[in-house]
């Protein structure tokens, strides 16, 4: 049900127009943000709705009326404002100030103050958590505190429709978190002017973007925070990234483009129980890795030699303290286990067209068929994996990386069939292990590669230096267990 209609509203502050021709709808129960750069017209629209200015052109329908037609008290009853600063009444208490938020409801012959009034100042206060602030002298409050506390008393008005000018101005984040949320559950029509597009993007069900007073656009979250509408609203490049938890867009600044390094860009070091690849700068990553498993940025690559019989219950802690041990920061370090013997590791690159770097270590002995996978009867995983490490200086698109995830494992299959490796269970090739690990790093430098399939000049290195890497990992295996 449409709570507020505004149509057509045009407004100018003697010769200048800020406001032409705007024209958009509010659902009941809608948190609806309005967005736009500085002097795009956000505050005059709000104070058209709170009826701070009178309307010059267009017309206002609050619950299908009229705003003009409104009187001053029944509007009261239906809009509460809550502006960006808080004038601070001195020598109100927190809960005197609140009571203001009753005044609609006060007769002006006899005004009178009933038990209601007292119940829904103290429900206000408790919803603001801030009735043990209550006695309180307001200048003595923070400024978090001052803007909750005119909350309650927007609150206490038992208003239908909320007006918010950048609401979490001046607080802190978990401020910012804890007003949202009580607005969020509120279920009152919430109308906010926000500056932090990703709030926006995280509370609001819809959005207005306004530019030199007019509508650019109006919609939800989803529809608009694409990196073209930014651009055009607010004149700025930005990334669009997914929320790691909730199905909500959210962009962030490129502020500067790195300084392009040519020369070494990764170093090996090795010894009998750790082979560990480190960038001179942080590569972006996706991989199944045991710590750092995902999409992450990472300095450090590591591979560790654990023992056939290694079990632990939570081997990612085990594995967090392991490196922490050894002076690895765990946030920047991608890391992996295997029971191969690390010096059996086979390193493969190339550095012409494309520049690649790969490491494979390689134990078959657990060795599966995935298209027979379906008849094994083993539950417990027994040691034996295949970890592959790609390096690539380049910038690589989200679905170029998904690509050279598909075509690592699809060579490394090759390399499987190409050497007879096979699945001990079910006696067919195998097309992989059951721990099989893959972390792909890139630069995010330099050349720009969309895709990276077989088809690309990339996908096409990275196969060839995978196949061969795998093969070479898994005749050293095969060796050192004297199969071969
Ligand atoms: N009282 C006023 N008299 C004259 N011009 C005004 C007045 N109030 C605002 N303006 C002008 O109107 C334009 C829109 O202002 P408004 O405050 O509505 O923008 P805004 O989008 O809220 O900006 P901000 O993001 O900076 O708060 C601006 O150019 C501003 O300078």
Known sequence: MSMIDVKHISYQ???????????FTVYEGEFFGILGPNG??????????SRDLSLQEGAIFICGQHIETYKPKQYAKLVATLPQHTDVSFGYTVKEMVELGRYPYQSSLFPQWTEKDEQVVNEALHCVTLAHKQHVLLE?????????AALARALAQQPRVLLLDEPTN?????????????????????IAIFHDINIASLYCDRLLFLRDGKVVACG?????LNESMIASVFETKMKRYEHPVLPKPLVTFVPFSEQRIDDVLWHVRQDEKLLVVETIKPFKVISSALVGGGMRWATTFVNRHVSLDYYCDDAEREMIQFLRQRGFDEQWTVGMMTAVDVNDVAFASVHEDVRLFVAVTAGVGNAVDSANAWRRTDTVISPGTINTFVFIDGHLSEAAFVQALMTV???????????????????TIATGTSTDCTAIAA???GTYYEYAGTITTIGKQLARLVYEATQTAIDRYRKRKGES
Do not use: C, I, W
């Open 140 to 148: 003595q409050l923070s400024g978090g505190e001052r803007q909750r």
């Open 170 to 190: 001046h607080m802190d984040v978990a401020q910012q978190f804890k007003l949202l949320n009580l607005l969020k559950q509120s279920k009152l029509t919430v």
């Open 40 to 49: 795009s017209g956000k505050t005059t629209l709000m104070k058209l709705l």
């Open 409 to 427: 494992t699809e060579a490394k299959a090759k390399a499987l069939y190409d050497k007879q490796v096979v699945d001990p269970q079910t006696n």
């Open 443 to 445: 630069s995010q430098q």
């Open 13 to 23: 502050y003697g010769e200048k127009q800020v406001l032409q021709n705007v024209s």
């Open 220 to 224: 939800t979250p989803k529809e608009l």
